[in-house]
């Protein structure tokens, strides 16, 4: 599978932003989704994680109560929907997919992911 993100920009604390990630190939349904962001100089980090169904999903602490992620399986599309924005959220944000089983709970870790996006900026100034 094929992922492309979009939706990231330049934006003050406290604005919102939602990220878009969408996907080429067969069987989106059946892919864990997940996005990650990256800011210079720190390592990769999990944002947040969304089972194939919907029905799971997994937040970093830092995002709980912000930051909200969904996916439209008809679509090929996982959201993330960043609310109330702090400058120590600009990073660059990548989609990320893996082959899931129907039970299998919410992936939190990037080796759990064969697929990523090329990423997008988000930088959010104070």
């Known amino acids: 599978v094929q992922l492309q993100a979009s939706g990231g920009g330049l934006v003050q604390a406290g604005g919102s932003l939602r990220l878009s990630c969408s996907a080429l190939?067969?069987?989106?349904?059946?892919?864990?989704m997940g996005w990650f962001r990256q800011a210079p100089g720190k390592e990769r980090e999990f944002v947040a994680g969304?089972?194939?169904?919907?029905?799971?999903?997994d937040y970093a602490d830092s995002v709980k109560g912000r930051f909200t992620i969904s996916r439209d399986n008809a679509k090929k599309t996982v959201y993330l929907q960043m609310n109330t924005l702090k400058p120590e959220d600009t990073a660059v944000y990548y989609c990320?997919?893996?082959?899931?089983?129907?039970?299998?709970?919410?992936?939190?870790?990037?080796?759990?992911?064969?697929?990523w996006g090329q990423g997008t900026q988000v930088t959010v100034s104070s």
């Open positions: 969304i089972s194939r169904g919907g029905g799971r999903t």
């Open positions: 990320a997919a893996d082959w899931a089983i129907s039970s299998a709970p919410v992936y939190t870790m990037g080796s759990q992911y064969d697929y």
């Open positions: 190939g067969r069987s989106f349904e059946r892919y864990n």
